[in-house]
């Protein structure tokens, strides 16, 4: 009896595949209409609400510079990823591409341009944990950030154009980035242009400042003289064993260049302008010269009276030194508990210390400033009574002076214009390899693809309707059933 009961239930329990099978096939036809119905629905759908889409384009940008990872640039300046849309940047690509170049549509590509960081899940657990400990994590500035630019689809701007933009973009920040930190300076090696139709003895004067500013500079690539450790770690360790490629110098071989340069060249030009008075107006040379020297000596004053203030409150401060001192006795009374122990007579000792301290430094700057104008306007008087103390009266000795003035000047332009090109060239290569990577595109300029959009919705829509038709059809709806 029971085992009769248990064939039953079991019979009564068993899926009649055959059934399933056929009612599929009498619901083919449905199923068949509902995934083309689905298919048209959801592509016909997303293509009329697409066009008032907006649509993405995505590229990659990777900052990597001496600095940036306590956020500034080479030049101590703060650091912003958002000088990627810096509008001037913006109208610089859209008129390379030859795209509309107007107000408003700087305005509004600028408006769709985000950047955003790229943080690894690595430092963000990292911080996460720091804080849970009770520290303070160190200042984190990401140095991969997404370049997004979002415009609307009937933007008059086709795919390929937004990524050729996005690219320009970059490309144009890239350019500035290296004239501002790569090139040379534009002033740099102008000193001749600027002695255009000026006097000859305006000569001294220029290239004296010129020859030491070139000094100034290779002492410095060179890393014998860094002021600071910040400046070390700026001009890095690579500079003095750098070589150049084009020039095949290094910046040792040219600061001994300058040098020659001084000791032969122009020396001997500023020698025959000072031996023998040289002049194209003597009347108006000693005019500017007055000039100079009045200016010197109003500097000198001022100088000078500042150097006594400095004196003045130097004086005060060391000779209160002794009452802060003794205030650190008289503050040593009896202390609650719980009070927080801060002892008044140290803290102004302190102050007092940081007070002398900055005097002194001030003291010395303003007492060298002052050296320096009296050194300068003693030059210039000397150079003053010199040219005053010649005359222009043997017209055939005079003419041989120019000649062989100007023979030494060309000499000394060929020499300073091959010195000055060697500079750049070396410098150029020796900022490009440390700037080389400094501003990089890390990932492939990319759209949003429309199409492909549509085609994944109206497979969607085509696998939706099959699944309804195909559950219908299981169901026994629409399908004729047989006997």
């Given at each position: ?107 509004q590509v600028r408006a769709a341009l985000t950047v955003e960081a790229i943080i690894p899940d690595s430092i963000i657990k990292e911080r996460d944990k720091l804080r849970a400990a009770g520290q303070t994590p160190r200042l984190y500035v990401p140095d991969e950030y997404t370049l997004t630019l979002t415009l609307p689809r009937k933007f ?328």
């Amino acid at each position: 009896m029971n085992n009769d009961s248990s064939q039953q239930h079991f019979e009564d329990d068993s899926i009649d595949f055959g059934e399933l099978f056929g009612r599929l096939k009498r619901g083919l036809p449905m199923i068949l209409g509902l995934a083309a119905l689905g298919l048209a629905l959801t592509a016909g759908g997303y293509y009329t609400g697409g066009q008032l889409q907006s649509i993405s384009t995505n590229t990659r940008v990777v900052f990597s510079f001496a600095g940036f990872e306590k956020g500034e640039y080479p030049d101590k300046s703060k650091f912003s990823p958002d000088d990627l849309r810096a509008p001037d940047n913006i109208a610089e690509a859209l008129k390379r591409k030859g795209l509309a170049t107007t107000e408003e549509t700087q305005t509004q590509v600028r408006a769709a341009l985000t950047v955003e960081a790229i943080i690894p899940d690595s430092i963000i657990k990292e911080r996460d944990k720091l804080r849970a400990a009770g520290q303070t994590p160190r200042l984190y500035v990401p140095d991969e950030y997404t370049l997004t630019l979002t415009l609307p689809r009937k933007f008059p701007m086709s795919p390929r154009e937004r990524e050729v933009l996005l690219s320009e973009i970059v490309t144009v920040f890239q350019e500035n980035f290296i004239r501002t930190y790569v090139a040379m300076p534009l002033n740099f090696g102008k000193a001749f242009e600027s002695l255009l139709d000026a006097d000859y003895s305006d000569y001294e004067l220029v290239l004296h400042q010129e020859a030491k500013n070139i000094n100034q500079l290779l002492v410095g690539l060179t890393g014998q003289t860094p002021e600071t450790a910040d400046e070390k770690i700026q001009l890095g360790t690579m500079s003095r064993s750098f070589r150049s490629p084009r020039t095949q110098l290094t910046f040792s071989d040219l600061l001994k260049q300058t040098q020659l340069f001084v000791q032969i060249r122009l020396n001997e030009t500023l020698g025959l302008i000072r031996q023998h008075g040289i002049s194209k107006d003597r009347s108006l040379a000693l005019l500017k010269m007055d000039f100079h020297i009045k200016s010197l000596i109003d500097d000198e004053n001022k100088a000078i009276e500042e150097e006594k203030v400095v004196q003045a409150l130097l004086k005060q401060t060391q000779e209160g030194a002794q009452k802060y001192v003794l205030g650190v006795k008289s503050q040593n009374g009896p202390q609650r508990a719980d009070a927080t122990v801060v002892d008044q007579g140290l803290l102004d000792s302190l102050l007092a210390n940081d007070a002398y301290n900055f005097l002194i430094r001030k003291s010395l700057a303003s007492s060298l400033a002052t050296r320096s104008i009296q050194a300068e306007k003693i030059i210039m008087l000397d150079q003053k009574a010199r040219l005053a103390t010649f005359t222009t009266d043997n017209l055939q000795e005079r003419i041989a002076t120019i000649a062989q003035f100007n023979k030494s000047l060309d000499a000394l332009k060929k020499v300073y214009t091959r010195l000055i090109n060697d500079i750049q060239l070396t410098y150029t290569d020796y900022q490009k390899q440390q700037f080389g990577d400094a501003v990089r595109i890390s990932m492939q300029t990319k759209t949003q693809s429309f199409y492909r959009s549509l085609a994944m919705a109206g497979i969607a829509g085509l696998g939706i309707g099959g699944a309804l038709g195909l559950g219908l059809s299981l169901l026994g709806v629409g399908g004729r059933r047989s006997r």
